[in-house]
């Protein structure tokens, strides 16, 4: 593939890359012909011949989207054959498109190619070829503009995996149908919309869309959802979004996007944002204000509780979806102004864990490679994760090693998850017992000496301590405590040993436990033991949560670490001379911490940013109780949320579509979020908020910048592993750090030489403590709860518009044989009860979940869903155990009260 090959274009020698296809030689050129059934993200398909050249010495015209270059060959990209044969195809293809389809969509790639011929298509409506089907409310197929390029049969299949589009048919009677063989809202279509985007004329629309005009401007940024941080251009008119597309190139994406990121930003506009400050009356009612007015409340109010109770009295939280920008100016407003270091974000309640464990084992709390390590591995082990619903594009590539037969997975949840049901070996354990089976696999690989013995030598300690340890935690043994049966145990740690570059990807169900932080360490034994750190298609990956929960919690907003996750007391000195003030001494509380304080009446004030504690935090009893006792509550955000509707101060934040900045993504790539529009109403930017609420308290002078882009470059100066990552070089794709400085490529996989805090990394010993929490004959079923495809967390924001058409609310789901031995009916209203509270829900019947177990998501305000949920934590970092809680389960009405 590297060498070239000699060639002549229209009679003019050139080089080609040998191995391209012809058409992109002459794409590289400038003089491609029109393709319209090929698309860089599939294979080609030679179906619309448009693309047709000639090469002498052959009769017949090849299509040059599927024919590679060789050395020698003329090719001839125009003609007067060539011409008329182009310019017939693309007549006939002009019948299945009206004037009116051209104007409402001039960006379709059909549409370009008949204003370039100079074609005008008619105003009637072309023939009818079947029903429009408006089944789904995100795509509107029309079968009548289909000009059977097949490139959404080809997409779906090759991007997402999905498979949904069938061809039926032949000659002229051909045509597309969906996997239901009727609606495309009964197919296994997701919603991820590559179909659309790729669709060369209007057969494929985007729903939400119709009756917008015509984007007038795009904006290059970074979807506000998840972790996977997907490029997206934004296409906007009359400062409205009025479509979203995937970035072609971008390192994450590669083209791709999920239902969210492409159809979940209706809240940009929603009539539901808070446009203008709100200050709480006497009364009880909200009254708008101007800012100088909230401002100054605020800063009133905080300072009387500083001078009352001390600084350590005031509790600050960041926004894991606000920007990098945003969330370091968060720590510094807390440490500088308020003076406390009583700062910590979301990241608390998913994967401190992971990071706690990842640096204190092998020296940085961050994933240790890149997603473009996915396409490397041979073996994935993916532990408490659902990729295919909470990171859908990574989930996507790892399902098309899997269709490929390039990789094999082995899935550890106690659900079968889509790719469980694709992996070689689900090993479907019981809630809660990570721990022994992971033990026991490292026992297995121990004992049959599976580990990588050159590896362990050179660069781990600690083998005969674990060694000692793990004789005990056989197979058999962890079987009977999460019902996997033995085999499968040693089946999972044969394949894992044996079958590298080995990728483990571990998302909540390994974290959100009360052995959470242990449960990482385990799969770090595992990794070491395996040789499968420092290398590519390897690793240990937390699947972090949302867009910018690496980035805020690394910005500082924790209580124990600064910026880079320095250590408090070994960087004191250089944050001191940065910010040219003192950094407080006392140990600051972390969020769970925090809301003890608050119940006993030690934290007065919480300001927060962002995070939805009310609804997301678990035993919402308890998070209501400490908020009550709060004297002062300050919620900065894009809605009323729950936290909000109990605040004394609500303070309109911008959105990111607002704003400038930056983001960092789950595998440590920070990336450059641009505004597409402009701040709806009086809302700002988190950061700028911030800096006027520092002046109003009198430490202006600390909080004097410009723009997002001189917060930045304070953060790189104090930050010495990211001080290559200027604006000017995260331009498109971003880099990922470490990034030390302006010629550092960033990089991709941690650890390849020593690790991050010394030559060796050292093994440990983690026993057993089961969760206090139980089930009994009062509280039988194990409920363990998460997240959906088409709903995000709190649902702020992907509950507010067309995604709520394909999940209304939260569910229960339970087995078919629970349900029927229960007599519930699926979809009917279900009250959930637990030791600590209860929610009501309607049950979905689902073979995903096992019998004796339950599974609900938690994205409803109106369910409520963390009424129900355990108080219990973490041992170490105090995450909420929200994976395991005991249940029982009555038809709504009839419960006892
Ligand atoms: N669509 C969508 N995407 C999201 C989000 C969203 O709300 N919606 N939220 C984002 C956020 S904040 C986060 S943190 C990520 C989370 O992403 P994930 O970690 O993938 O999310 P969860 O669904 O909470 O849990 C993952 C899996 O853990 C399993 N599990 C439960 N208990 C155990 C156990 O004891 N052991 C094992 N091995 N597995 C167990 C569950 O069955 C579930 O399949 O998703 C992000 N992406
Ligand atoms: N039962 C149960 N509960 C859970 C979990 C679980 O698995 N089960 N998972 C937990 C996890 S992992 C997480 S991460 C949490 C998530 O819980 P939250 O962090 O509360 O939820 P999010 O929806 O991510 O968003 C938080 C808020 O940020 C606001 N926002 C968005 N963009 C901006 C911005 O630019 N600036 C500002 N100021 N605000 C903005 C949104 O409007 C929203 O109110 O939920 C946790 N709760
Ligand atoms: S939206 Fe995605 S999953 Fe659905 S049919 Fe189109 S490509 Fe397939
Ligand atoms: S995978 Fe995540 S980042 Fe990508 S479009 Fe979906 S929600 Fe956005
Ligand atoms: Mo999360």
Known sequence: MTGTTKLTVDGQPQQARSGDTILSLLQGLGIAPPALCSDPRIQPGAHCRLCCVELQGQEHPVTSCNTRVAEGMRIVTSSPALERYRHQLLEWMAQSCSSADLQ???????????????????????????????????????????????????????????????????????????????????????????????????????????????????????????????????????????????????????????????????????????????????????????????????????????DTHGPDAVGVLGSARATNEDNYLVQKFARLVIGTHNVDCCARVCHTPSAAAMKMMLGTGAATNSFDDIELARCFLIVGANPSESHPVVGARIKQRLLRGAAQAIVIDPRRTELARQARLHLALRPGTNVPLLNAMAHVIVEEGLFDAGFVAARVEGLEALRSFLQAWTPERAAAICGVPAAQIREAARLYAGSGPAMCLHGLGVTEHSQGTEGVMCLINLALLTGNLGRRGAGINPLRGQNNVQGAALMGCEPGTLTGSQSLEASRARFEAAWQAPLPHNRGLNLLEMMDAAEAGRLKALYVVGFDIDLSLAHQAATRSALRKLDLLVVQDLFLNETARQADVFLPAASSFEKEG???????????????????????????????????????????????????????AVWPDGAGLSYARLGRGGLLWPCRDEADPGQAVLHTEGFA?????????????????????????????????????????????????????????????????????????????????????????????????????????????????????????????????????????????
């Open 104 to 306: 409402g969509h001039p960006d379709k790639a059909l549409h370009r190619e008949l204003r370039r011929h100079g074609l005008a298509p008619g105003d009637a409506e072309p023939a009818p070829r079947g029903a429009v089907d408006e089944s789904h409310p995100l795509i509107r197929f029309n079968p009548s503009r289909c000009i059977t390029c097949y490139r959404c049969v080809r997409i779906c299949e090759e991007l997402q995996g999905q498979s949904v589009w069938h061809v039926l048919g032949h000659g002229a009677g051909i045509h597309i149908v969906p996997d239901s063989g009727g609606t495309l809202a009964a197919s296994s279509c997701v919603a991820c919309g590559a179909c659309v985007d790729t669709c060369p004329t209007t057969a494929l629309l985007d729903r939400p869309g119709l009756g917008q005009p015509p984007a007038e401007r795009w904006t290059h940024s970074v979807c506000a959802y998840c972790g996977v941080g997907c490029e997206i251009e934004v296409g906007t008119a009359a400062d409205a979004i009025v479509s979203v597309r995937p970035v072609l190139d971008a390192p994450v994406n590669k083209g791709h996007l999920c239902a969210k990121g492409r159809n979940g930003h209706a809240y940009e506009r929603s009539p539901e944002r808070v446009r203008q400050p709100l200050l709480r009356q006497e009364d009880g009612q909200w009254q708008a204000s101007g800012w100088s007015q909230a401002l100054d409340a605020v800063a009133q109010r905080l300072r009387r509780v500083i």
């Open 662 to 716: 930056s983001f960092m993504n789950a595998e440590r790539r920070v990336q450059r979020v641009r505004r597409s529009l402009p701040p709806l109403g009086e809302a700002r930017p988190d950061w700028q908020i911030l800096c006027e609420l520092a002046a109003a308290m009198g430490l202006g002078e600390h909080f004097n910048y410009a723009d997002a882009e001189s917060i930045w470059n304070e953060v790189r």
């Open 757 to 897: 805090n010394g030559p060796t990394a050292t093994l440990r010993v983690v026993d057993y403590r089961p969760s206090a929490e139980r089930t009994d004959a009062e509280f039988p079923f194990l409920l363990s709860t998460g997240r959906n495809l088409y709903q995000f967390n709190a649902g702020t924001m992907s509950g507010r518009g067309p995604l709520s058409d394909l999940r209304a609310t939260d569910t229960l789901d339970m087995n078919p044989a629970d349900a029927a031995r229960l007599a519930f009916a699926d979809g009917e209203l279900l009250q959930l009860r637990s030791r600590h509270g209860c929610a009501e829900l309607p049950l979905r019947i689902s073979g995903q979940v096992q019998p004796g177990q339950l599974f609900a998501s938690f994205h409803d305000p109106a369910v409520a869903l963390n009424r129900v949920t355990s108080p219990e934590r973490d041992s170490i970092v105090q995450a909420p155990e929200y994976k395991l809680t005991a249940a029982q389960v009555a038809r709504a009405g009839q419960a006892p009260r």
